[in-house]
């Protein structure tokens, strides 16, 4: 941690400590000796200021001594501190001479690689993502003391997206409301994708009584037994206590009408990130405020795309099942940069996949074919090789607009 402090900034702090210490212990020894009862106020943080100030203005002899190791102190810190700012802006200014001068870049925009977009080919065009690249428009900002207004037609895209991908969101139930029975000493498995499907049937499940599936003192699944081992529908937080299905049909009769709903909005998003560019509009000048709606977004459909996916493979729908890895396979390919937080979201959005993948896997689903599909494209994810650019673009973001947000060049201020 004290490699990080900038250089002489320790010998700073200790010398403004021991100046404001000595002025203290001044204060004591001279109130000692002029009441020894002034000892207890001057001893008190709240009250030391108070009686150092009435001592002073009574001309106490002596008391100017430790006012004057205060104010030293001050102006010691308050000096100090902009020779430190001084000097670490003229580093900064030479090491980033140094890093153009090895032939290095350092605009954000230059390393993703600026391409003009043709509104017909590109992903962010289409009618269906337009919202979400307007939304990236920065909003109303604080600069030096004043509150810059940001761009209408940003805040007026933010406020739509709540209703535009509103049908983007998957149910979910609380994760305490259901919990499956694991034998004694058996491995977890990290993906569990028919657990997902049966979490998912019961968010979509209507209330227990309108459904007449039973109580919760009727037995426990039949059909699924083998496969889930068990239900626990006694959770103390969840009333009334939720209700095991019967079989697997009764899974699917809840979750096709919702994916119908959903497949319009689907096939329109696969005809989206089908397209040849992927031209996404960042606003490089915001540095680490840059506004990033489209990723919620792409995680939101990606977990439906997998979901639907999920269901096909249960249900013995081999080509369907695939259509859905398709698109999935699309959503986690699309809006990606070397931005830090972007390669996270894609690398969660491929986790996501690998649930579909095991479920196809166990079912013997697709051909041949299809699996040199997804073994070539997964063989060019290899994340690890990512993170040097990942690294070059952080520092290209925050160094340009460091720069950005400084008022002047502290160097001229001395």
């Known amino acids: 941690m004290i490699d990080t402090l900038p250089d002489h900034a320790l010998l700073l702090i200790i010398a403004v400590i021991a100046l404001n210490i000595l002025g203290w212990i001044t204060a004591l020894v001279l109130g000692f000796r002029r009441r020894w009862w002034l000892v207890a106020p001057l001893l008190i943080p709240f009250f030391y200021p108070f009686t150092l100030l009435v001592l002073c203005i009574r001309r106490a002899k002596h008391f100017y001594i430790p006012v004057v190791a205060h ?86 895209a ?49 209330d227990q009584e309108e ?12 059909d699924l037994d ?97 259509q859905d890895l398709q698109l999935a396979t699309h959503i986690s390919e699309t809006g990606v940069s070397d931005i830090l937080i972007c390669r996270l979201n894609a690398l969660k959005r491929w986790q996501e996949t690998l649930s579909l993948l095991i479920a196809a896997q166990n079912h013997h689903l697709w051909s041949d074919e299809q699996w040199l599909w997804i073994h070539e494209r997964l063989s060019q994810k290899d994340f690890p090789d990512h993170v040097p650019a990942t690294l070059l673009m952080e520092r290209a973001a925050h160094v340009s607009w460091f720069k950005s947000q400084a008022d002047e060049d502290p160097t001229l201020t001395l």
């Open 71 to 156: 104010l030293l102190g001050l102006v010691v810190w308050l000096g100090g501190s902009a020779y430190l700012r001084s000097s670490e802006w003229s580093d900064l200014m030479d090491l980033e001479k140094e890093l153009i001068a090895e032939g290095h870049v350092l605009n954000p925009a230059k390393l993703h690689g600026v391409e003009e977009a043709d509104p017909n080919a590109n992903v962010w065009d289409h009618p269906m993502l337009k919202t979400l690249a307007q939304a990236a428009t920065p909003g109303r900002k604080w600069v030096k003391g004043e509150i810059i207004a940001g761009a209408p037609e940003g805040e007026e």
């Open 226 to 322: 083998a496969t889930l081992n068990g239900y626990l529908s006694d959770d103390p937080f969840q009333e009334p206590p939720l209700v095991p299905f019967e079989s697997m049909e009764s899974i699917h009769e809840i979750l096709v009408p919702f994916f119908a709903k959903a497949e319009p909005k689907l096939e329109d998003l696969n005809d989206a990130v089908s397209r040849m560019q992927d031209v996404y509009p960042y606003h490089w000048s915001e540095g680490p405020g840059m506004l990033l709606p489209h990723l919620s977004f792409l995680e939101d459909v990606h977990i439906l795309a997998t979901r639907k996916g999920l269901h096909h493979v249960y249900n013995d729908e081999a080509e369907k099942a695939f």
């Open 158 to 206: 933010r406020k739509l997206m709540e209703v535009a991908y509103a049908w983007s969101k998957v149910p979910e139930i609380p994760h305490w409301a259901t919990e499956y029975e694991v034998k004694d000493n058996a491995p977890v498995p990290m993906h569990r994708p028919l657990e997902t499907l049966y979490d998912l049937a019961l968010a979509l499940r209507p």
């Open 211 to 222: 459904t007449g599936e039973g109580t919760a003192d009727d037995t426990r699944p039949s």
